[in-house]
T-cell receptor, first 113, second 109 residues
């Protein structure tokens, strides 16, 4: 089975801290995604990547950056965490092609205090 | 108006009941996804379909392309089916998704 592993289930950080959320997939998928999920808003795309060192902005990239130095790892970075970034963060991956579905990680619930 | 709308937002059922969750979309899609999210946050992909109907155990997903509508049915519901069910439309050749806000299902014993 494809696995997408997010390094932390729960994180508490202070305002202004730099935060790294890590995501690793083990099936050689080209595409990787970072979403945030908030009550009533559903999942929203922050950034995605189609290949190593490639990144594209999603719908809500402000306040975030990403890094994809290796195919299996996609990191989300909060340069200076703020309380409005308190949320559930979900990573996903898929292989190229219209007929392939997505595999999600178990999520990281981040609280910024 | 959201590109993907789900109804109902919340649904409570008794064990054994037949359940239907509906999804309408306004955007052109390559595929329609049904996802399940249990408390704790992880999301599991249940179905991806672009036409007709798919079945897996007690779960059935249907899609009507002309009406831009999909339904997820659960037969003989069980408390372990309690979760948030999310409909999503795959766009841009399925390289991106547009998500509904989710339906929170609670099945009582």
């Amino acid at each position: 089975d494809v696995k997408v592993t997010q390094s932390s289930r729960y994180l508490v950080k202070r305002t202004g801290e730099k935060v790294f959320l890590e995501c690793v997939q083990d099936m050689d998928h080209e595409n990787m995604f970072w979403y945030r999920q908030d009550p009533g808003l559903g999942l929203r795309l922050i950034y995605f990547s189609y290949d190593v060192k490639m990144k594209e902005k999603g719908d809500i990239p402000e306040g975030y950056s990403v890094s994809r130095e290796k195919k299996e790892r996609f990191s989300l970075i909060l340069e200076s965490a703020s309380t409005n970034q308190t949320s559930m963060y979900l990573c996903a991956s898929r292989t190229q092609g219209a007929n392939y579905g997505y595999t999600f990680g178990s999520g990281t619930r981040l609280t910024v205090v | 108006k959201n590109e993907v709308e789900q109804s109902p937002q919340n649904l409570t059922a008794q064990e054994g009941e037949f359940i239907t969750i509906n999804c309408s979309y306004s955007v052109g899609i390559s595929a329609l996804h049904w996802l399940q999210q249990h408390p704790g946050g992880g999301i599991v992909s249940l179905f991806m379909l672009s036409s007709g109907k798919k079945k897996h155990g007690r779960l059935i997903a249907t899609i009507n392309i002309q009406e831009k509508h999909s339904s997820l049915h659960i037969t003989a519901s069980h408390p372990r089916d309690s979760a948030v069910y999310i409909c999503a439309g795959g766009v841009n050749n399925n390289n991106d998704m547009r998500f509904g806000a989710g339906t929170r299902l609670t099945v009582k014993p």
